[in-house]
């Protein structure tokens, strides 16, 4: 594919809501491509939805006491990897995602900087699966869209970050599969990163 000569961090870093292309250059070095390349790189919007049961038990989020919404310690966080504010495993998938789409020629990429993060309760969405729950969660994301007009679930990328069922009944560990279908306009991601790390192109990400 050649070298990629752009700074990603930094063409990620500096995504701006209300500037949403980027153009880069991409010089390649071998293959028939010998001509420096200009492309036009779409950032989309990311929606990150954690959940809880309705009790609020079982959360993969919670809210601060100044009204922000953030990952858990530990399933999507560790202290010990993720020492600045807001840095999580969410933050290492979305990095990860971007790298990859960069690297295969993508036109669009994630916009991690301006990701937002949304909490609900659900039990029956918090308890989706791979072989249950996926029309039950389709249902709750077209009401929240209906509910607010759709500006934050519509025009966005979803990742939803359910517990799961994992193990026994009583559901002591968060499951630890992600998956996606082509009905679903959602993907679902795993959350159980603790003691589970894993490396992908040399990328720490969870589960």
């Known amino acids: 594919m050649g070298n990629e000569t752009t700074n990603l961090t930094t063409l990620v870093g500096n995504a701006i809501a209300n500037d949403t292309v980027f153009n880069w250059n991409k010089q390649w070095t071998g293959g028939f491509r010998l001509a420096a390349e200009?492309?036009?790189?779409?950032?989309?919007?990311?929606?990150v939805v954690l959940l809880a049961d309705d009790d609020g038990t079982h959360a993969t989020g919670e809210v601060t006491p100044g009204?922000?919404?953030?990952?858990v310690t530990p399933w999507l966080r560790n202290p010990a990897i993720h020492t600045k504010s807001g840095e999580s495993y969410i933050d290492d998938l979305i990095s990860l995602t971007n790298k990859q789409l960069f690297a295969s020629g993508a036109n669009f990429l994630l916009d991690r900087v301006n990701a937002n993060y949304i909490f609900e309760k659900s039990t029956v969405v918090n308890n989706l699966t791979f072989t249950a729950g996926g029309n039950d969660a389709v249902a709750f994301i077209e009401k929240k869209r209906k509910e607010i007009g759709g500006e934050a679930w519509r025009d966005s990328v979803l990742l939803l970050f359910p517990w799961g069922k994992f193990g026994d009944a009583t559901r002591s560990l968060p499951e630890g599969q992600g998956f996606s279908g082509s009905n679903w306009p959602f993907v679902k991601l795993a959350v159980?990163?603790?003691n589970r790390d894993r490396f992908v192109d040399g990328e720490l990400v969870a589960g």
């Open 192 to 194: 159980w990163g603790y």
């Open 67 to 71: 009204g922000k919404v953030v990952p």
């Open 38 to 47: 200009t492309r036009k790189v779409r950032m989309l919007k990311v929606t």
